[in-house]
C-alpha cells in the first residue's frame, strides 16, 4: 500500500510541515506520489530570503525509509555536473550512502529540508553569484564523488581497482572469504581485506547498495 494511504498521520504531519515553511508550494499527488512544486526560497544567515528556484520534489513510494527527489524547474538554470544537477535536472545532494546521515533514519520533511535540500539550494545561489560551486561542500559530482569517497576509504588510487571494490561491496550476496580480493593483491579476501569489507559493507544504508547497483550497471 502507498505509504500516505497506509499512515495517514504521517501524511497530514509532513503536509503540514511543508505548508508550515512553504505556504505558496503547490502540494499534489502525481503518478501515485506525493510532489511539491512551486518556488522554495534560499535564505540568509537571519532567515531572510534572498534568491529562489523552481522545484518540483516528490517523496518516494519508500518513504520514510528514503528521502525525497528534487528536480530543478528553473527557467534559465544550465542542468550540468558544476551545479550538481543531473541532465535529468535531478538535484545530487550528496551520495547515497550519505543521505540518511543527512536526512534521519525514518526521513521527516523539516529534516531532509534542513540537511539536504537547504545547503543544495544555497550551493545554487552561490553558482549564480560566484560562478562556482561553494568550496565548503567539497565533494565532486557523480562519479569524481564516488571515486573521492572510495579513495578515502580505502587508501588506493586506482580507479580500476576501486570499482572492483564498490562492486563487491554492494552486490546481493556477501562475499566469501575464498574469492580473492577486489584489492587486486592476488591474495583471498580472508587473508587480505576481510575485516574491511565486512566493515564498509555494513556501513551501507540496503537502499544506498541498491543505488549504488544500479549506478554500477549504468556507468561500468
Known sequence: MLWYKANP???ERETRSVR??????????????????????????KGVPFAS????????????DWVPGAYMREAGVPLVANRHIF?????????????LTYAGSPVVFERFYTGLLKPWLIGQAFYD?????????TRSHDEQGVLEWLREMTGIKAPDVLWRF????????????HEWCPCGS???LRQCHAAQCAHWREQL????RQLYRDWLAKHR
Open 9 to 11: 498521520a504521517l501524511l
Open 186 to 188: 592476488g591474495k583471498r
Open 129 to 137: 553569484a560566484n560562478d562556482q560551486w561553494p568550496p565548503w561542500q
Open 205 to 208: 544504508p540496503p537502499q544506498s
Open 53 to 64: 528556484y523552481r522545484l518540483e520534489i516528490p517523496f518516494p513510494k519508500e518513504y520514510p
Open 20 to 45: 508550515s515553511r512553504f505556504p505558496d508550494v503547490e502540494i499534489l499527488f502525481k503518478w501515485e506520489r506525493l510532489v511539491l512544486r512551486g518556488s522554495f526560497p534560499v535564505e540568509d544567515e
Open 166 to 177: 564498490l562492486a563487491a561491496l554492494v552486490r546481493e550476496h556477501p562475499l566469501k572469504g
Open 87 to 99: 541532465a535529468s535536472g535531478r538535484a545530487c545532494f550528496c551520495l547515497p550512502h550519505e543521505v
